[in-house]
């Protein structure tokens, strides 16, 4: 059977859903992301809490590994915040990943194309109350700022934008994408967090206003990813093409 996809396939995507796995396979071509722990359902105890604070220290970041939209995600800045934290995300999934936390800008950058053809979009740099890009600053407040031009050095720019060039590169990733990246503040080394196969495409998503800054509206964006969709061959349940 042939499929045609205007973005990643099967693979690609499901890799990425999966933080943890993304993560591996980023670390094994030298692509730079926190250092982290994971954890389990029903091995949350205290053993596992030592273990999470000794390798990481505070504050850090505690999510679900396949979730999306910052649900169950909590900063964690004391000890005693640990065991809730842990909790909540292992009630989205039964994988909880611990996170070094990075102080720093948080920026993230689109991707478009396949392969050695693919090409990134405008960094937009993303400036959320108290710091706190969490769901409902996502989506229920109009105080998240989302600068692009995102204002980072042009130099720092162009190294993010070959950064995830990579990342997306590495995963199989096709059509389009979105790497949300955070920048040490101190170091200004970007660390990659995760990607996004299906990033939202509503006009007031952060791919359409990355492009709208390159110089393609919302109808050229939609039909440059239409244009380059492919075909993809995948068996027939009785083995026949």
Wanted: hydrophobic content about 40%; charged content about 15%; proline content about 6%.
């Amino acid at each position: 059977m042939l499929s045609i996809l205007p973005g990643s396939g099967v693979m690609a995507s499901s890799i990425a859903i999966d933080k943890t796995m993304t993560k591996r396979v980023w670390l094994s071509e030298n692509v730079p992301t926190p250092r982290y722990v994971l954890l389990t359902q029903g091995h949350l105890d205290e053993q596992a809490q030592a273990h999470v604070l000794q390798t990481l220290g505070l504050p850090l970041i505690v999510k679900p590994a396949r979730e999306g939209s910052s649900i169950g995600v909590a900063k964690v800045t004391q000890a005693s915040e640990l065991p809730q934290a842990l909790q909540a995300a292992a009630a989205c999934d039964t994988d909880v990943l611990c996170e070094q936390f990075i102080a720093g800008d948080e920026v993230t950058c689109p991707v478009l194309g396949e392969g050695e053809s693919a090409q990134a979009l405008p960094v937009i740099r993303i400036v959320a109350p108290a710091g706190n890009y969490d769901y409902q600053n996502k989506y229920f407040t109009d105080d998240t700022q989302y600068l692009v031009p995102s204002g980072l050095p042009e130099a720092e720019e162009k190294a993010i934008q070959a950064l995830v060039v990579k990342a997306y590169q590495v995963l199989g990733c096709k059509g389009w994408g979105r790497v949300d990246v955070m920048i040490d503040a101190q170091s200004r080394k970007p660390y990659l967090l995760e990607i996004n196969t299906s990033p939202g495409m509503t006009g007031h998503s952060l791919v359409p206003m990355s492009a709208k800054a390159a110089g393609m509206d919302y109808e050229s964006l939609c039909m440059h990813l239409l244009a380059h969709a492919g075909l993809e061959h995948s068996p027939s349940a009785g083995g026949l093409a």
